[in-house]
């Protein structure tokens, strides 16, 4: 058995909180390419109404949704404070239109709790666990999943 000192570092964890339909989520920092400041996608027809349209990055156009509708907790607001954050999920890179970005979190493993028994497949597959940081809880965004039409908040 290893002792503290030989143990392996794979238990320590950075992620990017971020307020979304004014909740707190997460994402784990590798996933995440940058995050820029909101400006005007170009709309697509007959796409769900979380999906806001596509943004050219330096070449590369990829579709933005907008996080808070995708999870059904309504659109996000405008607001000069918007950000999108420019994430990688299973080779494909995409943009999710959030209320803010907080911090970075350092958390151990054994702080991420599962997510809560709560009869909803969507918000089992959309929600990896949650980080109790002081009064409040954390979501640990599955990314893949949001890509995922199941969970969609708006088809």
């Known amino acids: 058995m290893?002792?503290?000192?030989?143990a392996p570092k794979e238990t320590q964890f950075e992620f990017i909180t971020f307020s979304s339909g004014e909740q707190s989520f997460c994402l784990e920092i590798t996933q995440i390419r940058?995050?820029?400041r909101w400006t005007p996608v170009t709309k697509l027809p007959h796409t769900p109404d979380d999906v806001l349209g596509v943004m050219n990055l330096r070449g590369a156009v990829i579709p933005?949704?907008?996080?808070?509708a995708r999870?059904?907790?309504?659109?996000?607001?405008?607001?000069?404070?918007?950000?999108?954050?420019v994430a990688a999920a299973g080779g494909t890179t995409i943009g999710l239109l959030v209320e803010?970005?907080?911090e970075i979190l350092s958390v151990d493993k054994s702080a991420i709790q599962e997510t809560p028994d709560i009869k909803s497949?969507?918000?089992?597959?959309a929600i990896l666990g949650v980080i109790s940081v002081g009064e409040s809880m954390v979501r640990v965004?599955?990314?893949?999943?949001?890509?995922d039409n199941e969970i969609g908040g708006a088809t």
């Not at 999870?71 to 999108?84: A, I, M, P, Q």
Request: proline fraction near 0%; hydrophobic fraction near 50%; charged fraction near 30%.
């Open 64 to 68: 933005i949704f907008d996080l808070a």
């Open 100 to 102: 803010s970005v907080s």
């Open 71 to 85: 999870f059904g907790l309504g659109k996000t607001s405008d607001n000069e404070r918007n950000v999108v954050i």
């Open 2 to 6: 290893l002792d503290a000192a030989e």
């Open 141 to 147: 965004v599955n990314l893949d999943a949001v890509l």
């Open 121 to 125: 497949d969507a918000a089992r597959q």
């Open 34 to 36: 940058e995050i820029r």
